[in-house]
């Protein structure tokens, strides 16, 4: 067991995988080979996929890497099949190891894989009170070996990918099960290993998101606006913008960026040079594709069906406005935040994992009835709280409303 209190000496750097760097497998040959060598493997299997995130449409998985013991690492090309359902098939039963599972999860079942078991080492060192817990701090803290990260943002759907690409993926799976027993060690020494599981399991079965409503909304610099009209102008502008991301598999912002969109909205130009000498309106396909914005913006100037300026939300206010609002919700929030806080403290580990911040603005801004310790425990669960949060912060909150704290005046 890794001491993590001791002074470490200088970590080694993990240069090459032991067993070489893996060829890329992008037939169905290979992929029944991988599969057989996976599901002959024993133990658990460190899993990882790579996007290409600012450079593609969308959010899939460009490489996944496996590596098993028993089986080996093993590269594949999701690009090259339908689905990867044979490896799905292989790790039937099988723990996945994955370093921040949800970020990777979405698009392993887009490919059709989906874990029966899950350990995330990002939230285990979460929850055991690393300090950092990106995977390559996590990696030179607890084996004393140091990764290189200059390929994380790289663009993964490039083809052929370059054998030093290859090397970064091989080795960010080499390294997840022997973290994964550290981490397991360190949150039973601390009594915390039955949180994780808790946590671990409700990422692996949390539904998918739900769309978004008004998604264009999202646009950055979008508060910058005070019109419906403009407000309608974002809307088609994005909406023309994504459709031909879509069609050409690249990302939107590659197309013309969110300023553009805000810029070109704020101005309402009538005419395409107009909005081509727009200040701020600018991209790779501003002047090429300007007659398509142009009509999107027509189009806003048409529309009877202007955007409202807000959506209605059932969201509790900001807090720095409920002593004015709702004096009864600031104390109650007042009075339970900090006490969570030093029980976070004391159990070493962030706040926000021992009760998201949102729920706790919730339930305090509009508390069950009556309060005790049932309905308080009850209204954490319906927000999404697990058991082990329910069972430590629900007293805590019970006896916080029940006798909150005066306003300071």
Not at 29 to 51: F, H, K
Not at 64 to 78: F, M, N, S
Request: charge should be negative; include cysteine; proline fraction near 10%.
């Amino acid at each position: 067991m890794t001491d993590t209190s001791a002074e470490t000496p200088e970590p080694t750097l993990l240069s090459a995988p032991r067993d070489g760097v893996p060829f890329v497998i992008d037939t169905a040959s290979g992929l029944r080979r991988a599969a057989e060598a996976l599901a002959s493997g024993q133990g658990p299997a460190g899993v990882d996929a790579e996007r290409a995130s600012g450079f593609r449409y969308g959010q899939r998985a460009f490489l996944v890497q496996i590596r098993r013991e028993g089986a080996g690492t093993w590269l594949i090309d999701p690009e090259a099949f339908d689905s990867l359902a044979p490896l799905d098939e292989a790790l039937r039963g099988v723990e996945w190891i994955l370093h921040a599972a949800s970020q990777d999860l979405p698009c392993l079942a887009e490919a059709g894989m989906h874990p029966d078991a899950l350990f995330d080492t990002e939230l285990a060192a979460r929850l055991a009170g690393l300090p950092r817990v990106g995977l390559g701090a996590v990696v030179e803290q607890l084996l004393g070996l140091r990764l290189a990260k200059e390929h994380s943002a790289a663009d993964w759907s490039k083809r052929p990918l370059p054998e030093s690409w290859l090397n970064y993926a091989a080795l960010d799976v080499e390294v997840l099960a022997d973290l994964r027993e550290e981490l397991a060690e360190l949150l039973e020494e601390s009594g915390k290993l039955e949180y994780a599981l808790e946590e671990f399991e409700a990422i692996r079965t949390a539904p998918p998101a739900p769309p978004r409503q008004d998604p264009w909304r999202r646009t950055s610099g979008l508060h910058t606006l005070r019109d419906r009209r403009q407000l309608a102008a974002v809307r088609e502008l994005w909406h023309e913008r994504e459709a031909l991301a879509e069609n050409r598999d690249t990302a939107p912002g590659k197309i013309i960026g969110d300023k553009s969109i805000v810029a070109a909205a704020k101005a309402m130009p009538t005419t395409v040079p107009a909005l081509l000498n727009t200040p701020g309106f600018h991209g790779r396909a501003a002047a090429k594709e300007a007659p398509r914005w142009m009509r999107a913006l027509n189009a806003a100037r048409r529309s009877q069906d202007l955007p409202p300026l807000h959506l209605p939300s059932n969201s509790p206010p900001p807090p720095r406005v409920w002593a004015d609002k709702n004096p009864d919700a600031a104390r109650r929030l007042n009075t339970a935040k900090p006490r969570l806080a030093r029980a976070a403290e004391e159990l070493n580990l962030p706040l926000e994992n021992l009760l998201t911040p949102d729920f706790l603005r919730r339930i305090a801004w509009r508390p069950p009835t009556p309060i005790d310790p049932e309905s308080v425990a009850q209204a954490l669960r319906d927000l999404g709280a697990r058991e082990w949060q329910v069972r430590l912060a629900g007293p805590i909150i019970t006896v916080a409303f029940l006798d909150p704290d005066p306003l300071d005046t």
